[in-house]
């Protein structure tokens, strides 16, 4: 069974910084696309970030792109999401998933709440 | 960056009647080399995170009921929930990949019992 296992979310104040983990199980981590999708209250999913399975490969959404850095290690099945300078409208709900033979996201895991706020 | 527009916002359907829900992208998600509809939909409920649905715009993800469905090509795409159920009640989001990141969502749709 396919399990996404998210941590590291709380609150920080803005400037601060954060990173998230994903930790991965029942399948072959090394093969997959993986991505990090938030979701502020009350809003609709907004993708984050992209990372192809050799690393080799990284996109981020404009609103963060500079201030977060994806990574994965392997041999650990892990995703990480470090978060640095941020903001208020970060405030959201991160998912990690993985994606299926193309882009969409097959898997999803149960999510990270980030609060950003003084 | 692809722009995803849902239609309605939201909708209540009688229990066993049929919802329709529409995605329209602001340019093709079709890619002529494989004839493929780079589209996907999601269903959310609360508390919970989004779950696929359907990809490729009408292939059913394993386990999930008959009575969804998608259909459409290029620009403009529906997902049919044939009878409503009351489980179905959640807000659904279409998704497009076609292009490299980002994959945008629509806004969502939420499905209500009238």
């Known amino acids: 069974e396919v399990q996404l296992v998210e941590s590291g979310g709380g609150l920080a104040q803005p400037g601060g910084s954060l990173r998230l983990s994903c930790a991965a199980s029942g399948f072959t981590f090394s093969s997959y696309n993986m991505n990090w999708v938030r979701q502020a209250p009350g809003k609709g999913p907004e993708w984050v970030a992209f990372?192809?399975?050799?690393?080799?490969?990284?996109y981020y959404a404009d609103s963060v792109k500079g201030r977060f850095t994806v990574s994965r290690d392997n041999a650990k099945n892990s995703l990480y999401l470090q978060m640095n300078s941020l903001r208020v409208e970060d405030t959201a709900i991160y998912y990690c998933?993985?994606?299926?033979?193309?882009?969409?996201?097959?898997?999803w895991g149960q999510g990270t709440l980030v609060t950003v706020s003084s | 960056d692809i722009v995803m527009t849902q239609s309605p916002d939201s909708l209540a359907v009688s229990l066993g009647e049929r919802a329709a829900i529409n995605c329209k992208s602001s340019?093709?998600?079709?890619?002529?080399?494989?004839?493929?509809?780079?589209l996907a939909w999601y269903q959310q409920k609360p508390g919970q995170p989004p779950k696929l649905l359907i990809y490729w715009a009408s292939t059913r993800e394993s386990g999930v009921p008959d009575r969804f469905s998608g259909s459409g090509s290029g620009t403009d795409f529906t997902l049919t929930i044939s009878s409503l159920q009351a489980e179905d009640v959640a807000i659904y989001y279409c998704?497009?990949?076609?292009?490299?990141?980002?994959?945008?969502f629509g806004q969502g749709t939420k499905v209500e019992i009238k």
């Open positions: 998704q497009q990949y076609y292009t490299a990141p980002p994959h945008t």
């Open positions: 340019r093709t998600v079709l890619y002529n080399s494989d004839k493929r509809n780079y």
């Open positions: 998933a993985r994606e299926g033979d193309s882009g969409y996201n097959a898997y």
């Open positions: 990372l192809s399975s050799s690393s080799t490969t990284i």
